[in-house]
């Protein structure tokens, strides 16, 4: 009956509580594809006390548990032949990742035609927009992607190089790119994304 009893109890236990935070800031030199060094800062993401992850810039709140944030990681760029030396760490940039504070969880975004070296992300909600590029870099688009589905909500070809952070607003949820030197709209639905014309455009139809 004892042991019934303590079963039982067991089932009803409180959920074990994760401590979720970022650590403090240092700056590292950041090495490209091309060689390139810039300084960036990172911080360490900390789960129950261990160091999980480095991250870069500033997370974004999703909702009251989940926050996305970029990471950032170190890879060992030494040659075979130097496979005797001390290991050459050099940093590089990833993904997006989104964190579970209930939970602890860590995930690795799904962020379409994302390019880690170009692409400038913009967060609304669970919307992430940017302008990403082929595999191939022969091509670049406007995007934007929703956490948990893998077909972008856009993905729009454009001619020019990479460009900055899109901008948000809201009511209704609009996103506008500011690529190849022009400014571009869409009104963002829950799963689709439609062109805006802009004031002129509007004007002339009149």
Request: with cysteine; net charge neutral; proline share 4%.
């Amino acid at each position: 009956m004892i042991c019934v009893l303590l079963l039982a109890g067991g089932s009803f236990a409180a959920p074990k509580t994760h401590t979720v935070a970022l650590g403090a800031w240092r700056a590292v030199d950041l090495r490209t594809g091309s060689g390139e060094k810039q300084q960036i800062k990172v911080r360490e993401l900390i789960i129950d006390g261990h160091a999980r992850e480095y991250t870069t810039g500033l997370p974004h709140e999703v909702t009251d548990r989940l926050f996305v944030v970029r990471r950032a990681y170190r890879i060992n760029d030494a040659l075979p032949e130097e496979n005797k030396k001390p290991q050459q760490w050099i940093w590089r940039l990833g993904g997006w990742i989104s964190i579970d504070r209930q939970t602890g969880h860590i995930a690795q975004l799904n962020l379409p035609a994302f390019d880690g070296e170009t692409s400038e992300t913009s967060w609304y909600r669970d919307y992430a927009a940017y302008c990403g590029a082929s595999d191939d870099g022969s091509k670049t688009y406007m995007v934007v992607s929703q956490i948990g589905r893998r077909k972008p909500v856009l993905r729009k070809e454009f001619s020019g190089p990479a460009c900055a952070a899109p901008k948000w607003e809201r009511t209704p949820s609009r996103v506008t790119f500011v690529a190849a030197g022009e400014k571009t709209s869409f009104v963002v639905h829950e799963h689709s994304a439609d062109l805006q014309a802009d004031a002129g455009e509007e004007d002339n139809q009149q």
